[in-house]
């Protein structure tokens, strides 16, 4: 099969279909365009890497959209006014109320009255020092067991 060249153009108008309002799935794409799979997750992933917006192809508006692109989209929106963000809900096929709960799940994130990283390291440290604890216990109780398990079958012969 031979190495197909595509046209910026061609390749642009092609993601612009992954966007909304038509949010069509790469699977759907590759169908259409005669295009294959890998081909369309290759050219939205170097989209990606030049800045652009474009959602997975999950069904659910929420989780379509990456970490990285929720964070994204919290910043590009955090000056706008209402009618401004109204406007960029339109183009990206959110709604406001999305926006708002990743700011504020952003702000807790950030949250002053989370504990300090050393605290949570040390914490995370006694605590692997007790499972290893555990585990060391438990092996020596399953050692006892198989003892005792051999000698009741010993004594039954």
Request: overall charge positive; charged content about 35%; proline content about 3%.
């Amino acid at each position: 099969m031979a190495n197909k060249s595509y046209t910026k153009k061609y390749i642009e108008d092609a993601l612009q279909q992954l966007l909304p309002p038509l949010n069509r799935s790469g699977t759907q794409l590759s169908k259409e365009l005669g295009v294959s799979k890998n081909t369309i997750y290759s050219w939205r992933k170097v989209a990606r890497e030049k800045g652009e917006l474009i959602p997975n192809s999950n069904s659910d508006r929420i989780k379509k959209w990456r970490k990285e692109d929720k964070l994204r989209i919290v910043i590009e929106t955090f000056s706008m006014n209402e009618a401004e963000l109204a406007k960029y809900c339109r183009i990206h096929g959110l709604y406001t109320t999305d926006i708002e709960n990743w700011r504020k799940l952003l702000e807790t994130t950030f949250d002053n009255t989370s504990k300090p990283t050393n605290i949570l390291e040390l914490e995370l440290k006694e605590e692997k020092s007790k499972v290893k604890d555990l585990k060391k216990d438990l092996d020596k109780k399953n050692k006892a067991l198989a003892e005792t398990a051999a000698i009741l079958v010993l004594k039954k012969k």
